[in-house]
T-cell receptor
Framework: GAVVSQHPSRVICKSGTSVKIECRSL??????MFWYRQFPKQSLMLMAT?????????EQGVEKDKFLINHASLTLSTLTVTSAHPEDSSFYIC??????????????FGDGTRLSIL | AQSVTQLDSHVSVSEGTPVLLRCNYS??????LFWYVQHPNKGLQLLLK??????LVKGINGFEAEFKKSETSFHLTKPSAHMSDAAEYFC???????????????FGKGTKLSVKP
């Protein structure tokens, strides 16, 4: 089946550090990648949608200058949390899907990244 | 606007007994509906999906769900729980419509399933 690899799985760093999270589709070309944030014991909240070669579309309330998303190729998208602060600590999950004839195929999820800002 | 409500935040069953996780949805269109499972510190795994074909959908690991339009429900069931089923389960509706297409996903708040030995 389709495999999405997310790296790193866990990050612990000091406040003010910028952190980059990678999301790779290993065995298919992902025309669309999604970034979600999950707070403890809560559901996933969509942060942004990125299409290969174009700017990401951010959900309302998500700071695009804070959460930089790059989808430079059909197999890789990155999320950079710039100048991270403790309130950015969360579980970040990416997913990837392939768009065929204006139809988005089911999303395949990475294993997530636990970000802890001290 | 589409929404999904998972009626129980926590369900506890004994191993070998049936599992029922309830989900109701609201949709203006013919929805696509999904159940995902999340184990601790892991991403989501698709259990099954409804895409306007058969109303009774069979998924992986013995799970199945029935789409009931009259009740706007899509409850997840399994005849006999296994210890490895303990996880968080999310009911999800897609804005993309039917036919297997997935638009943006709208997640329920999740149901934590505990399985007692």
């Amino acid at each position: 089946g389709a495999v999405v690899s997310q790296h790193p799985s866990r990050v612990i760093c000091k406040s003010g550090t910028s952190v980059k999270i990678e999301c790779r589709s290993l065995d298919f070309q992902a025309t669309t990648m999604f970034w979600y944030r999950q707070f403890p014991k809560q559901s996933l909240m969509l942060m942004a949608t990125s299409n290969e070669g174009s700017k990401a579309t951010y959900e309302q309330g998500v700071e695009k200058d804070k959460f930089l998303i790059n989808h430079a190729s059909l197999t890789l998208s990155t999320l950079t949390v710039t100048s991270a602060h403790p309130e950015d600590s969360s579980f970040y999950i990416c997913s990837a899907s392939l768009r065929i004839r204006n139809s988005n195929q089911p999303q395949h999820f990475g294993d997530g990244t636990r970000l802890s800002i001290l | 606007a589409q929404s999904v409500t998972q009626l129980d935040s926590h369900v506890s069953v004994s191993e070998g007994t049936p599992v029922l996780l309830r989900c109701n949805y609201s949709s203006s269109y013919s929805p696509s509906l999904f159940w995902y499972v999340q184990h601790p510190n892991k991403g989501l795994q698709l259990l099954l999906k409804y895409t306007s074909a058969a109303t009774l959908v069979k998924g992986i690991n013995g799970f199945e769900a029935e789409f009931k339009k009259s009740e706007t429900s899509f409850h997840l069931t399994k005849p006999s729980a296994h210890m490895s089923d303990a996880a968080e389960y999310f009911c999800v509706v897609s804005e993309g419509g039917g036919g297997g297409s997935q638009g943006n996903l709208i997640f329920g708040k999740g149901t934590k399933l505990s399985v007692k030995p």
